[in-house]
């Protein structure tokens, strides 16, 4: 069966940084479209990040520069390293397997992670 | 970005009956391959979402078939021919044609 079990989640300050995991079994991560969604408290849903099979990596316009989504092949685990973090990151994250559409389109997400929990707060 | 909508924004049900949810584009999501890049997903009170439709009509695996997707182009719904308990929560419907994917603002389902 496939799964996705996710870490890494807590309390950090405005400025600082933390990485997500995001461990899969029953797949391979790198034969699968990856992302990372969020949702902030009492919000519905954004759209991350995503890697692709191939390593290739898209985020939204209000995480670019500051989040870096990653893979290790040998942990079979994504990575979300969140730095320069704000308050209007805090939000329940959210990994998931999709399919790849072209062009760094994901969707079809058929696999989701338990989420966890980033707060942003002095 | 595409702007996703989706009415109502509530939607109190009766256990038997049959509901609808309509979710809109801001641009088409229909592609020359024939596929409309629109899933819809269901998150369940404390729970992840859960995909049910992708490509605008395809049932999920696993997904019962009172969950059925239609429409085209801008105009989609949801439906459900008969509504049990379980089927509570948020569905949100989300294009995926275009990166960013984005997601509608979801539509609350509950028990009248």
């Known amino acids: 069966e496939a799964q996705l079990v996710q870490s890494g989640g807590g309390l950090v300050q405005p400025g600082g940084s933390l990485r997500l995991s995001c461990a899969a079994s029953?797949?391979?991560?790198?034969?699968?479209?990856m992302g990372w969604v969020r949702q902030a408290p009492r919000r519905g849903l954004e759209w991350v990040s995503v890697?692709?099979?191939?390593?290739?990596?898209h985020y939204a316009d209000s995480v670019k520069g500051r989040f870096t989504i990653s893979r290790d092949t040998s942990k079979n685990t994504v990575y979300l390293q969140m730095n320069s973090l704000r308050g209007e990151d805090t939000a329940v994250y959210y990994c998931?397997?999709?399919?790849?559409?072209?062009?760094?389109?994901?969707?079809?997400?058929?696999?989701w992670g338990q989420g966890t929990t980033v707060t942003v707060s002095s | 970005d595409i702007v996703m909508t989706q009415s109502p924004l509530s939607l109190p049900v009766t256990p038997g009956e049959p509901a609808s949810i309509s979710c809109r584009s801001s641009?088409?999501?229909?592609?020359?391959?024939?596929?409309?890049?629109l899933d819809w997903y269901l998150q369940k009170p404390g729970q992840s979402p859960q995909l049910l439709i992708y490509f605008g009509s395809h049932r999920a695996a696993g997904v019962p078939d009172r969950f059925s997707g239609s429409g085209s182009g801008t105009d989609f719904t949801l439906k459900i021919s008969t509504v049990e308990a379980e089927d509570v929560g948020v569905y949100y419907c989300m294009q995926a044609l275009q990166t960013p994917g984005t997601f509608g603002p979801g539509t609350k389902v509950d028990i009248k």
């Open positions: 998931a397997r999709g399919h790849h559409y072209g062009s760094g389109r994901w969707g079809n997400a058929d696999v």
């Open positions: 641009q088409s999501l229909l592609q020359s391959n024939g596929y409309n890049y």
């Open positions: 890697i692709s099979g191939g390593g290739g990596t």
């Open positions: 029953g797949f391979t991560v790198t034969d699968n479209y």
